[in-house]
């Protein structure tokens, strides 16, 4: 079992090697200590496809054990075959078609399986002839070394309760090996991303999981919700995602300010008196509200932080039963808030005291362009934490240091996700008896005094801090945990870059603060199709569209209207019921999967 490990890692680092070699004038040069990451980091994924590999004869092996006439010899040589072959098959197709596709091989390559004539179209047959005798030879070799090294260790030995018993203490550590070891987060394509560089990001991804962990999201998007015509689709649609237009109102002093996005955990607007909700609970974002510009029916995307915080730093929507965060195929396609200002010269970072690899976050925030993830992982070890990870006061902490180390010359751009307002609610503070709004009694504390003690540096001056929630937070009120209410939630931008209180009453969703931003820095959005400038002048119909698992919510100045799929289930219509906005909410259902077809 030992040498079949050490002989398939070996395999696999060889094959990095190679796939960087074949491909290198994609990045041009590398370092020494750039090819050692690509390995080292690479190795969590290369393990787990090991452990999808060796389950199989784990249980082979025990057939065994309780059959002794079981024919592991020749089970096993037809095993070690299908190895060699699909091994082989992945790596030679991963490395060939990388300069074509510029992304690891995924189930992209099985929509092209129906018409191989185009499939081969752009390759010439000598490319071919080469890409088939390689895959041959590294299937024949990988096969010749299983059964010469690995063959008869399958098979029972002299000491059957010896072998039996390390069998069976083999299978949780396999399990656990798959997993990704017994945090919150599952192993995922995203968690072995290292770099700015997407090439060396993509080298370290082993090429069989990448296959695999993508077939189960390699769906035919454009099926899904086909309500209407092509032309009837397009006719709803016309006119709600008006094309890109300058800002008809400057909310800020300065084109160039150092933006902080705090994505805030749950924090739904029914907490905060100054965005309709409970008068106590937060006293400092009401405080900050009065200074600040106020965007009073923002409405999140989703009911899920993978969602809510896709929708806000890359201004794309949200789908009912499909995360685009965690399809490393399609999230790579997106523009992103950081991107953009990171094209402008601004340095980018993110700060998340959890694990950054739930969900494929990390490898969604290093292609959408920020430079730098902090997460649990890279904090210090000494700091308070609870279930998900460190305690917000500890990472606010953090973020005033960080800021503090910052000269004024290059402007930078931080998103920052807090936590404590989650389950378990488990805080160090004590403000009200019930542990849901003490939590976020607990985080709006942390906002004031980050405020406070940034407002009495010259870092506040030219800053603009924009609080966001990622989703809503559902306590059993009102008739679902999906109606308009709890997806309402606060958008405010403070601090010293802004000219003016305002208060901004236009209907809007989180994924709106991209374009709204970026037109407020005099920069395109153009890359973002579903972000709209709410402060333009072609804004003329303000809506909000939501989604939840197999339903939407549409809002706009006519009314509410949130209603499952499966049997056309009304669940909140008021004033009065609207079929246009069934029929507008379906038609963007139908427009946005469209969409994430053609990424």
């Known amino acids: 079992m030992g040498r079949f490990v050490a002989l398939i890692m070996g395999s696999f680092l060889l094959q990095k090697t190679i796939f960087i070699l074949y491909n290198y004038q994609l990045i041009g040069s590398m370092s020494c200590s750039d090819y050692l990451a690509v390995l080292w980091h690479g190795l969590s994924l290369d393990f ?4 999808y590999l060796i389950a199989l004869p784990l249980v082979l092996v025990l057939v065994s054990y309780a059959f002794s006439s079981f024919p592991a010899r020749r089970v096993f040589l037809i095993y070690h075959a299908l190895i060699a072959v699909v091994l082989s098959l992945v790596f030679i197709g991963d490395t060939g078609l990388y300069p074509f596709w510029g992304f690891k091989l995924d189930a992209t390559i099985f929509q092209y399986l129906d018409s191989p004539q185009n499939a081969f179209a752009s390759v010439s047959l ?32 002299q000491r059957p309760l010896v072998g039996l018993g390390l069998t069976l203490v083999m299978f949780p550590l396999t399990f656990l ?22 090439f060396l990001n993509h080298a370290a991804v082993n090429p069989l999981f990448s296959l695999v962990s993508s077939m189960d999201k390699a769906e035919d998007f454009d099926a899904e919700y086909n309500f209407f015509s092509e032309e009837e689709r397009a006719k709803l649609v016309e006119g709600l995602y008006p094309q890109e237009a300058p800002a008809a109102e400057e909310l800020l002093r300065s084109k160039r300010p150092n933006v902080l996005v705090i994505i805030l955990e749950s924090f739904g607007a029914k907490y905060i008196a100054s965005f309709g909700g409970m008068p106590g609970i937060t006293p400092n974002l009401d405080r900050l509200a009065r200074e600040g510009v106020v965007f009073s029916e923002c409405y999140a995307n989703s009911y899920r932080t993978d969602r ?22 399609k999230s790579r396609s997106l523009s992103g808030i950081a991107q953009a200002l990171q094209g402008v010269g601004y340095k980018t970072d993110f700060l998340y005291g959890g694990d950054a690899n739930f969900t494929n976050m990390k490898g969604y925030l290093l292609s959408t362009g920020y430079q730098r993830v902090t997460d649990d992982a890279t904090l210090a070890r000494d700091l308070p934490r609870q279930s998900w990870g460190v305690q917000d006061h500890a990472t606010f902490d953090y973020l005033y240091n960080e800021i503090m180390k910052r000269g004024e010359g290059e402007p930078w751009h931080t998103a920052f996700l807090t936590l404590s307002s989650h389950e378990p609610f488990i805080v160090p503070y004590q403000k009200f008896k019930e542990e849901v709004p003490n939590a976020f009694a607990y985080v709006d504390d942390c906002i004031g005094q980050l405020a406070d003690r940034l407002r009495k540096t010259k870092a506040w001056d030219n800053l603009l801090v ?77 809506f909000a569209y939501y989604t939840f698992n197999d339903g ?5 100045s006519t009314g509410v209207t949130v209603m499952e799929n499966v049997g056309a289930n009304i669940l909140e219509e008021h004033p009065a019921p609207s079929e246009e906005r069934v029929r507008r909410g379906r038609a963007l259902l139908q427009t946005t999967h469209d969409d994430l077809s053609r990424r």
Request: glycine letters at 12%.
């Open 177 to 198: 090996v798959i997993r990704g070891g017994v945090g919150r987060s599952t192993t995922n394509v995203g968690q072995v991303y290292f770099s700015q560089s997407q």
């Open 466 to 542: 924009i609080c966001v929630a990622d989703h809503g937070y559902f306590t059993g009120e009102g008739k679902g945990r999906h109606t308009s209410y709890i997806h309402h939630i606060p958008m405010l931008w403070f601090g010293g870059a802004v000219k003016e209180h305002r208060v901004i009453d236009r209907l809007m969703t989180q994924s709106d603060l991209a374009a709204t931003l970026l037109a407020q820095l005099g920069l395109s959005y153009r890359a973002f199709p579903f972000s709209r400038n709410i402060l333009a002048g072609n804004y003329t119909y303000p």
């Open 552 to 556: 939407f919510g549409f809002i706009d």
């Open 308 to 329: 809510g915080v896709l929708s806000t730093l890359s201004g794309y929507p949200s789908f009912p039963q499909h995360s685009v965060m965690k399809m490393p195929a």
């Open 126 to 157: 000598l490319f071919l002839c080469i890409g088939i005798l390689m895959a041959v030879l590294w299937a024949g070799g990988l096969f010749f070394l299983l059964q010469r090294a690995v063959g008869k260790s399958w098979e029972r030995g």
């Open 48 to 51: 787990a496809v090991v452990g």
